[in-house]
């Protein structure tokens, strides 16, 4: 029984290692073209204490939680500190630079050490993948100071 489950267990492994966008085309949704992410605060160059609360901004698409597939919908994920975009053919990471709000959330309460970061919104859909095109808010920079 034990070796069945290994098998069974290495078969899945072996499938999800399969990925790519030819069988994952049906998993992607698409963005109107116009459609936009945005930070509504804090803003480009703004000094913040350590917790500050960052506003999301989406206009020509809806917010929708995580699992929920309707059209034109999805939800924020905050990349803070990163230098590159992360892959926009898979799923988002789950890791102290990309922050998911599949509840739907439009604000964050968040606590950064102090120094330069920097932050940026991209909207997943209901898996958690980033539209075609993407939904991509312009980076900004903020100065945290120990206030």
């Given at each position: 029984m ?6 069974s ?5 072996v499938?999800?290692?399969s990925?790519n ?7 992607f949704?698409k ?5 936009k ?7 480009d160059g703004?000094?913040v204490g350590?917790t500050?609360t960052?506003?999301?901004g989406?206009?020509?698409m809806?917010?929708?939680p995580a699992g929920?597939?309707l059209?034109n ?14 892959d926009m053919?898979k799923?988002?990471a789950?890791?102290?630079n990309v922050?998911h ?5 439009t604000e964050?309460e968040?606590?950064l ?11 997943g859909?209901y898996?958690?993948i980033?539209h075609k095109?993407?939904v ?6 903020i100065?945290?100071?120990?206030k």
């Amino acid at each position: 029984m034990i070796r069945m489950s290994r098998i069974s267990f290495l078969f899945f492994i072996v499938m999800a290692m399969s990925w790519n966008a030819a069988s994952a085309e049906g998993y992607f949704s698409k963005s109107p073209p116009d459609a936009k992410a945005y930070i509504i605060s804090p803003e480009d160059g703004q000094i913040v204490g350590k917790t500050f609360t960052v506003r999301f901004g989406l206009s020509k698409m809806g917010v929708a939680p995580a699992g929920v597939k309707l059209p034109n919908t999805g939800h924020h994920h905050l990349l803070i500190n990163l230098e590159n975009l992360p892959d926009m053919e898979k799923p988002l990471a789950f890791n102290g630079n990309v922050k998911h709000f599949g509840g739907g959330q439009t604000e964050t309460e968040i606590t950064l050490s102090p120094g330069k970061h920097t932050l940026q919104l991209l909207l997943g859909n209901y898996l958690h993948i980033p539209h075609k095109p993407p939904v991509l808010s312009e980076k900004i920079t903020i100065i945290v100071k120990d206030k």
